[in-house]
């Protein structure tokens, strides 16, 4: 029996530090919902603690500024490599040219209704697009809610910094109230978006494999040949 040879073509895509910001962000943010429940909703320890920075509220706020401050810093980098990552900037800028057409937009929706085949020019399609754009803004805004709640705290150094250069945008959003009411309500978004990124993005390695998951693992994408006839 004779089997055809099927012969893909590999295309490089993310670079290391791109993917591992990438996966740091995911860890990040999970670790982050996680003790931003227990600030939302406090219980009893069931070992109450004799030192006044080490009872359980206090180490988890603890972590979560830290988390926090991690989340900063990746979120700095990943947007110094948008634009400065030679490797991988194209390969996301080129995003831009299908969000900008109409007809682009058109061919990612009937891609979806499983209408035709759809292939992006970049690392995104229309609505891909504008939805990791949205996400950014997100980030970004639940970040800084997040500084202005860790500058409530902590009035000495970085955190006195940050509530003078933040405290007209925290009266802007309605005060410390209306900042963490903000602040939670983003986090649910967070929460919502992870289930259905996921699940797209499963679909997505089936309906088109080789071009989705595998770009954040290795960095490459891998598109099938059609054979010569």
């Known amino acids: 029996m004779k089997t055809e040879r099927e012969f893909f073509a590999k295309l490089y895509c993310y670079s290391a530090e791109i993917r591992g910001l990438h996966w740091l962000r995911a860890l990040l943010i999970f670790a982050l919902i996680g003790t931003g429940f227990y600030l939302a909703k406090p219980f009893m320890t069931p070992s109450p603690a004799l030192e006044p920075a080490n009872f359980q509220n206090a180490l988890f706020r603890f972590w979560h500024v830290v988390f926090g401050f991690g989340l900063v810093f990746v979120m700095i980098m990943r947007i110094f490599l948008y634009f400065f990552d030679t490797h991988s900037r194209r390969y996301e800028w080129d995003s831009f040219q299908d969000t900008l057409s109409l007809a682009t937009w058109g061919k990612q929706i009937k891609y979806y209704f499983l209408l035709c085949p759809f292939e992006r020019r970049g690392a995104y399609g229309p609505l891909q697009h504008v939805a990791y754009m949205l996400l950014m803004l997100l980030l970004l805004l639940q970040l800084l809610t997040g500084l202005i ?18 405290g007209p945008v925290s009266v802007t959003l309605g005060g410390l109230t209306g900042v963490s009411n903000l602040h939670y309500i983003i986090m649910w978004i967070l929460i919502i978006f992870i289930p259905v990124h996921l699940y797209l993005v499963y679909w997505a390695a089936n309906k088109s494999p080789g071009t989705v998951t595998e770009p954040m693992f290795s960095g490459y994408s891998f598109k099938k040949i059609p054979p010569k006839n």
Do not use: E, I
Request: net charge negative; aromatic share 6%.
């Open 149 to 166: 709640l860790h500058a409530a705290n902590y009035h000495d150094g970085l955190g006195g910094v940050l509530g003078t250069l933040l």
